[in-house]
């Protein structure tokens, strides 16, 4: 009889030569695998959920200059539905595909204002292709980023 890998994750702490640090859960192939906090030499925060050793599943990622996104990660991107603020406070709420702003979803401006037309529909590589209203999406994507705060707060 083969043994299958522990499913119990290991809790632990390590700091990497290059200043990384980590405090979290890891499997048993020594990769951060499970719950998370890791703070990169740039100052860039990720609290969440990490598969094999990237950000995967939900999480909140800060930047240094103020910038954050709360939402779904894979293999290490913003994917999936979510919520990204720049540092000068404007705002997109929707999808976003391999860590690009790519999908539905609506531009909130500095000012609170959506812009005139409305900056709401379908973007692809950051850019607007086409206006639609969509609203389930950016529903969606509201819910999904304060599921990832949640979560967080709950480490």
């Known amino acids: 009889m083969i ?9 632990g702490a390590y700091k990497y030569e290059d200043g ?10 020594g990769q951060k695998h ?3 906090h890791l703070v990169l030499p740039d ?8 598969m094999s050793g990237l950000c995967s599943g939900l999480g909140v990622m800060s930047f240094p200059d103020g910038a954050k996104y709360e939402g779904e990660f894979m293999q290490g991107w913003f994917h999936g539905h979510g ?15 391999g860590g690009r702003v790519w999908g539905l979803g609506l531009v909130t401006f500095c000012d609170g204002s959506n812009g005139f037309p409305r900056n709401e529909g ?3 590589d950051c850019k607007m292709i086409r206006r639609k209203r969509c ?5 969606r994507a509201q819910k999904v980023a304060y ?5 967080c707060q709950q480490m």
Request: hydrophobic share 35%; proline share 2%.
């Open 122 to 124: 379908f973007f692809q």
């Open 83 to 97: 919520v990204f603020w720049r540092a000068d406070g404007m705002k997109f709420e929707g999808e976003f595909r």
């Open 20 to 29: 990384t640090k980590y405090v979290g859960e890891w499997n048993s192939k």
């Open 147 to 151: 599921m990832a705060r949640a979560q």
């Open 135 to 139: 609203s389930e999406v950016v529903q």
């Open 3 to 11: 043994d299958a890998e522990p499913s119990a994750a290991k809790t």
């Open 34 to 36: 499970g719950m998370g």
């Open 43 to 50: 100052g860039t925060r990720y609290d969440g959920s990490l």
